[in-house]
């Protein structure tokens, strides 16, 4: 039997991939063989990517893929091929861009029928079994594009030649050098301004709605530096929406995927270790700049989520849990059962008087807000229930705990969402920056999981040899080469780590990926760096990443550390980060909301990072308390030796011939000794860290 006549996805480590290693349709990976097969049979691909959380991948799954009369016509007609698009990102970004540019909208599943030699002639997302409300019935179109392949190949092949210009045009080719940005961060703050919903929080007026964490830092650090209300105003609102209303879970912490309606109320339910990485970053932002304990508690809340749930045994994290659990009993997969409740299901688990108390706090109703059933926001104040019920707000506040305690344990005893541990080397970066900063603004044990989870990507996904990096580990596989988001990430991860402890195997190793990220990605002649290495493998096109999508726009996070990293390095990365700004500074410029990543750092370039070097053996616990509290964007923390000779080790284990300026004759005072610094302007070495602050106020922008 050849292995295009059978279902290949059984041998993959991918959970989504296995999900259908049972289909009828003989699904292959993307792979040579699969590939090679489509040439000999001179046969299109139908390719499907998706991803295990995804809701209607599942749809389309027990509609049409379960289905044997589907599954000959795939079989029959088509090599089909199945692709986890978190573990394949770039093909993912192909074929959605051309999916946007042909009907205007994208998302999963992804349905993409390709000539043999994988230029794209038929895409879409969601089909049903059979044609429902204009959307023609899946049977249907593969009949029909089997005959057009048949009868009408000249005319494929001629919209396959025009697609595939059209995704070369959009994510591969640069435009004519330009100038670099400068004042965008006031136009993406206004953009983002403009696009708010004052009522309800977050950006447009219809849902659903998405957290837009590059958004709010664009605010922020407009607000810090112009002390314009509005724009701390929608940061306000829009981490008060998120973290008040269904999007968050009241009960486990942590946040799920976006919100469907315009109110945030009820959620899609998968959970994404990205955003449970990048949204208590910017809770921690939030903290900073307002001094809110609330926006703290949810940071807390989120990390002991992501520990808890996503943490691997050995120090990694996981990648999503499943908006979908199963019953045992009947074998049928539920949206967000996990999640809702009914205030009989609440008065089973605690006493009449708590049962009330909580459903009234968190809006737990008859005739619920989700099918039935209720998803859990914050619907009455605890002054209001203070009042009614005659106690005290602490009284209050002390049984809404232990209710929330009760609910918590009985939710455990519920089938749970199926949890895809796959660990992906960027997505664990973008988790060690939270724990890390974590670890400066709330509390150092938070810096210690920072480092147990950097040092098992470091361990299992890191080529120390060959200074290369691997995407995926799965059971004990290793596989894919990495992309610029998993270099770019992990280093912004390990420059974090080094910020928060001090030790410099996590700064030597930040520079190790940033070396790599010039040599694999960085094209000099174009100037720009690309989402695929060198010598990956050759696709349709090669893709950049310049705008931010789920994930923070990779190419965006790699200047920035480039950026924060060329302080340390004998190399120009300074020089790249300017090349690139200066490359796409027009597409910057008319869209820098678009490209809110980037803008930070056109903003960070033009305005130059705050340098804040120690000197000392230790940093003060109140020192860390004093920098972790303070809103410092662009910041670099530079910890050092106290003394020259233990920065002449330092230096040798860097292998440098000099100290570069942020370390140079910046030695300790005989007790931890700071030197403030921004755009050649710096301090006196100072004993004190208020005093340090002071400079650093003094030194800001806005000055």
């Not at 990779?554 to 490359?583: K, P, Q, Y």
């Amino acid at each position: 039997m050849s292995t295009i006549d059978r279902n290949r996805l059984g041998e993959e480590e991918s959970p989504y991939l296995r999900q259908h290693a049972d289909n009828p349709v003989h699904w292959q990976p993307w792979d040579e063989a699969a590939l090679d097969a489509a040439e000999d049979r001179d046969v299109p691909i139908f390719l499907s990517v998706g991803y295990s959380a995804c809701h209607w991948c599942h749809v389309m799954e027990e509609e049409s893929f379960e289905d044997e009369e589907i599954a000959r016509k795939l079989n029959e007609g088509f090599v089909p091929i199945k692709v986890d698009r978190e573990e394949r990102p770039d093909l993912d970004s192909i074929y959605q861009t051309i999916c946007q540019l042909v009907t205007r909208r994208g998302g999963w599943p992804l349905s993409v029928w390709l000539t043999p030699d994988g230029r794209p002639f038929y895409v879409g997302t969601y089909f049903p079994r059979e044609s429902r409300q204009g959307m023609p019935g899946f049977g249907d179109l593969l009949e029909n594009i089997t005959e057009s392949w048949e009868t009408d190949r000249d005319e494929i092949e001629n919209r396959a030649d025009q697609w595939t210009r059209a995704i070369t045009d959009q994510l591969e080719e640069v435009p004519e050098a330009g100038t670099r940005p400068e004042g965008v961060l006031i136009e993406a703050a206004d953009a983002a301004l403009r696009g708010a919903d004052r009522e309800h929080g977050g950006f447009g007026e219809s849902g659903p709605k998405f957290p837009q964490p590059a958004r709010l830092e664009v605010l922020l650090r407009a607000h810090d530096r112009t002390g314009r209300r509005p724009y701390g105003e929608v940061v306000r609102e829009t981490l008060d929406a998120m973290s008040s209303r269904g999007m968050y879970d009241h009960l486990g912490g942590g946040f799920h995927r976006y919100a469907t309606d315009r109110e945030w109320v009820v959620p899609h339910f998968e959970k994404m270790l990205y955003d449970n990485a990048e949204l208590p970053r910017t809770y921690l932002a939030g903290y900073q700049a307002t001094g809110e304990e609330r926006y703290a508690k949810v940071v807390r809340e989120t990390l002991a989520f992501v520990d808890r749930e996503l943490g691997h045994s050995k120090g990694g994290f996981y990648s999503t849990l499943d908006a979908q659990s199963e019953d045992p009993e009947t074998g049928e997969r539920e949206e967000g059962a996990f999640y809702v409740w009914t205030p009989e299901e609440v008065h089973e688990v605690l006493n009449e008087e708590a049962a009330e108390l909580f459903c009234e706090r968190y809006g737990v109703r008859s005739k619920g807000n989700f099918e039935g059933r209720t998803v859990l926001t914050l619907s009455r104040s605890v002054g209001s229930l203070a009042e009614e019920y005659g106690m005290d707000e602490g009284e209050v506040e002390k049984r809404l705990d232990e209710a929330r305690r009760g609910l918590f344990e009985a939710r455990e005893e519920r089938p749970r969402p199926r949890r895809d541990e796959k660990v992906l080397a960027g997505w664990n970066g973008l988790m060690v920056s939270a724990f890390a900063e974590a670890g400066l603004t709330l509390d150092e044990a938070y810096a210690e999981r920072a480092v147990s989870a950097l040092e098992f990507v470091r361990e299992h996904l890191w080529d120390a040899e060959g200074k290369r990096l691997s995407r995926r580990f799965k059971d004990g596989e290793v596989k894919i080469d990495g992309y610029l988001e998993d270099y770019a990430f992990l280093a912004r991860g390990a420059f974090d780590t080094y910020q928060a402890t001090g030790e410099l195997e996590h700064l030597t190793f930040a520079l190790d990926l940033a070396r790599a990220i010039e040599r694999e990605f960085w094209d000099a002649d174009r100037e720009t760096l690309y989402f695929t290495p060198e010598a990956g493998e050759e696709l349709v096109a090669r893709p950049q990443e310049l705008g931010d999508q789920s994930t923070p726009s990779s190419l965006g996070v790699a200047c920035d550390v480039l950026l924060s990293l060329s302080h340390f390095a004998d190399a120009d990365f300074e020089g790249i980060v300017e090349r690139v700004l200066a490359r796409h500074g027009d597409r910057i410029r008319g869209n820098p909301l678009e490209h809110a990543t980037l803008a930070l750092v056109a903003d960070r370039f033009e305005n130059g990072s705050l340098e804040l070097t120690v000197a000392a053996e230790e940093v003060p616990e109140e020192w860390r308390e004093s920098i972790g509290d303070a809103y410092l964007p662009g910041r670099i923390l530079a910890r050092r030796p106290p003394t020259e000779d233990g920065l002449e080790e330092w230096l040798d284990e860097l292998e440098l011939d000099e100290a570069p300026p942020i370390w140079a004759k910046r030695e300790s005072k005989g007790e931890p000794t700071a030197y403030v610094c921004r755009s050649f302007t710096c301090s006196p070495p100072v004993t004190g860290i208020e005093e340090a602050l002071e400079w650093a106020a003094d030194l800001d922008p806005a000055s």
